[in-house]
């Protein structure tokens, strides 16, 4: 396996699911002639990897990588896995065409193109379909049910009478270990939230307390907070069942000059499927341009302080998150001290 190949595996991994990407046997020589002679890429396909999308994650396709990849494009030679009992029929062969037409869009001769490619196959999948279903268990992705926040029109929809100010709070961060690579260095904090208002909060209280995260090139942030029906402000109306059953979800994100950062790092807690959390990703910029690796950087980080904080895949509708927090945590004043060389 290549260089770029062996990182791109690990970082997209780390991103979204564990077995996003995974390593697989090569086809036999009886097989290659079969499925692969008559691909333009196929004497050069040495390395082959299943693919399974996150939002469908019963589906898994054989993506080949030629030895001269990313000089050379990668291809879909077959599907591995076609669904469960619960997928719909031939939505296979579809997710098969919808990955191979995504291919052709996104790859550029030279650089690693996996990250793009799930990007954009989930994009369109969300597109499509209005909501990102888990096939698995059948449940609906909340982004169906999320109520965009508009401070200006509707000021008190999501807060309450009394908002938290960053003089008001003193957050708990958990950190990640900090990531250093050409010079530019990664840290992402993540703490426990009850509402927008409160995340807002401690993001201002960090900037203003922590003068090397004040000092940051971009401080990259987003949350995700789910509120029980009983909880929600009594200015929200749940206009349907379904969402009555979910309550009121507030996510946003921020990207601090770095652009599409924010919505990445969104994406990751969509993911993980995290709630009632805030995550700050902060960048010192060393000099040297970073291009897409700058983007797997900021999602190892991420993972890393939602995972040591317990964050992920936890159900925290009316806490808030306030039993979450476990591993390194960081009150007003602590610094990151560990540098990470890679």
Avoid at 90 to 108: D, I, P
Wanted: glycine share 8%; charged share 25%; net charge negative.
């Amino acid at each position: 396996m290549n260089p770029a190949l062996q990182d791109e595996l690990t970082s997209i991994n780390a991103i979204f699911d564990p077995d996003t990407l995974s390593p697989i046997a090569a086809p036999s020589s009886d097989q290659d002639s079969a499925s692969l002679g008559d691909r333009p890429n196929a004497p050069t396909a040495t390395f082959c990897c299943a693919l399974r999308l996150p939002s469908r994650p019963s589906i898994s396709l054989r993506l080949n990588f030629p030895a001269l990849y990313p000089d050379r494009r990668p291809y879909v030679s077959g599907i591995l896995t076609a669904g469960n009992e619960s997928t719909r029929k031939g939505e296979g062969t579809h997710v098969q065409e919808l990955v191979n037409s995504a291919l052709e869009k996104v790859w550029v001769q030279g650089e690693p193109c996996v990250y793009d490619l799930v990007e954009e196959c989930e994009a369109i999948i969300l597109a499509t379909t209005g909501e990102n279903r888990d096939e698995d268990t059948g449940s609906v992705d909340s982004d169906r049910h999320t109520r965009a926040l508009d401070q200006s029109a509707n000021p008190t929809a999501d807060e309450s009478p009394s908002q938290p100010t960053p003089e008001d709070v003193s957050p708990q961060w958990t950190l990640s270990e900090p990531l250093t690579i050409k010079d530019s260095t990664f840290l992402a904090r993540a703490a426990p939230v009850s509402s927008p208002a409160e995340a807002r909060a401690f993001i201002a209280h960090l900037v203003a307390t922590d003068r090397r995260a004040a000092r940051a090139t971009h401080n990259i942030t987003a949350w995700r907070i789910r509120l029980s029906p009983a909880a929600a402000p009594s200015s929200s109306s749940l206009s349907s069942s379904s969402e009555a059953a979910v309550g009121v979800i507030y996510q946003d994100s921020d990207d601090d000059g770095e652009s599409a950062a924010g919505g990445r790092v969104l994406k990751l807690m969509q993911l993980l499927e995290v709630w009632n959390a805030v995550v700050v990703v902060s960048r010192w910029f060393g000099g040297t341009l970073l291009g897409p690796e700058r983007f797997r950087c900021i999602g190892v980080v991420a993972r890393e302080a939602l995972v040591k904080g317990g964050y992920v895949g936890t159900e925290q509708q009316q806490q808030g998150g306030q039993e979450q927090g476990k591993g390194r945590v960081e009150g007003k004043g602590d610094k990151a001290k560990k540098k990470t060389k890679k």
